[in-house]
């Protein structure tokens, strides 16, 4: 089939209308701006004739109802058609109480974002002819209702997810969850810091979309842009809006001449606002200053297992670390660091420089 359109992705939106936001002296995020760089996002959008926008979860502050609210009527009010997935901070009990909604409440705001009034928390939809979006939810919860620290896909959701796929074997496929299925970190899976990022059951579902020929998904969650990709399936996963560098990407879909689908990927960053006229900057710096902590962590835990003195002699050269992780296609060098250091933090050098704009062609 010969396809050719353009959708949008911008994820981690963490809107919280004024009276909601949270003081949080340590957060890396800054939630103050969600709406203002959500409504810039959209300005934008409306001049490029986009044919759909994904939204891969945490669209709320924590899942608190007026949020939701609100975010729901202004997607309804968009020219084109939304489809989102709920994030961790969405649902952060399974059951809903005085300060968020619960699992099954999801659904029904957003049942104009792919939902369609199930009583489900995934869903799939024909988006354009010969174009399929699945969108599942790995946030899962404990026998209290407290959501588990990794996600995870359920069996049913899982057995679900395959009976789909059986059925759209002449169609492009694409799956948008909240959590990270492929490795955008080294060794994330098993890192204490990045594991929890992960879906602890992502080989299953990569072996069920390899089984099935899907290409491409698309997450959150990291609020980093990366581009990973596993045995020919390309994860792209999209910063946050209120996170450095307050990113949202435009995807053109085209087939070439020998049938294959090119996804040409551009991201945009919005660099600054009427209250914030030099956003970027004083994000970056935002994290670069509450940075000491999490690099604290990162050079005392496995496995460089460093101890506390030489970790606060090398944290302040980490200072902006994690801000260029998050602004993707970073290229690391530590010359100072003792080797193993150096080994370990190079390590996360992008290698391709496709993080940001690339042109991928499923094979």
């Not at 009276?19 to 709406?35: C, G, K, M, N, W």
């Not at 649902?91 to 409440?105: R, T, V």
């Not at 209120?242 to 053109?252: E, M, V």
């Not at 914030?276 to 496995?303: C, E, Q, V, Y």
Request: hydrophobic share 40%; aromatic share 10%.
């Amino acid at each position: 089939m010969v396809l050719n359109f353009k959708f949008a992705v911008a994820s981690d939106l963490h809107i919280a209308v004024p009276h909601t936001i949270a003081d949080q002296a340590h957060r890396f995020h800054l939630v103050e701006v969600s709406i203002p760089v959500l409504e810039l996002v959209l300005d934008n959008l409306n001049k490029l004739d986009i044919d759909f926008l994904l939204l891969p979860g945490d669209l709320t502050q924590d899942g608190e109802p007026e949020n939701h609210t609100w975010l729901s009527k202004r997607l309804a009010q968009l020219p084109y058609p939304v489809y989102v997935v709920p994030g961790n901070h969405d649902i952060p009990m399974k059951f809903s109480n005085d300060y968020s909604i619960g699992l099954e409440d999801f659904p029904s705001y957003y049942h104009h974002c792919g939902y369609d009034y199930q009583h489900q928390s995934y869903y799939t939809q024909q988006v354009l002819p010969g174009v399929r979006i699945i969108g599942l939810n790995s946030n899962q919860f404990d026998v209290s209702g407290k959501q588990q620290y990794v996600g995870s896909l359920d069996p049913e959701q899982l057995d679900w997810l395959k009976q789909i796929l059986n059925a759209a074997e002449e169609e492009l496929v694409m799956v948008m969850i909240h959590h990270n299925v492929i490795e955008h970190l080294p060794d994330q899976s098993n890192n204490t810091l990045g594991r929890r990022y992960m879906l602890e059951n992502n080989s299953i579902l990569l072996d069920i979309l390899k089984s099935a020929g899907v290409k491409v998904i698309f997450t959150g969650h990291l609020h980093v842009q990366d581009i990973a990709e596993h045995e020919e399936i390309y994860e792209i996963t999209t910063g946050s809006l209120i996170t450095y560098p307050h990113p949202y990407r435009i995807i053109n879909v085209t087939t070439n001449s020998i049938g294959q689908y090119c996804l040409q990927i551009e991201s945009h960053r919005i660099n600054s606002l009427p209250e914030w006229p030099n956003l970027g900057d004083t994000s970056r710096n935002w994290i670069a200053d509450h940075s000491f902590p999490f690099m604290f962590k990162l050079l005392t835990n496995p496995p460089l297992n460093l101890s506390p003195q030489e970790a606060k002699k090398l944290a302040p050269s980490l200072r902006y670390f994690w801000a260029d992780i998050a602004g993707g296609d970073a290229v690391f060098d530590f010359p100072d660091f003792p080797p193993h250091a150096r080994t370990y933090f190079e390590s996360f050098s992008a290698v391709k420089g496709i993080d940001n704009n690339a042109i991928l062609v499923l094979r």
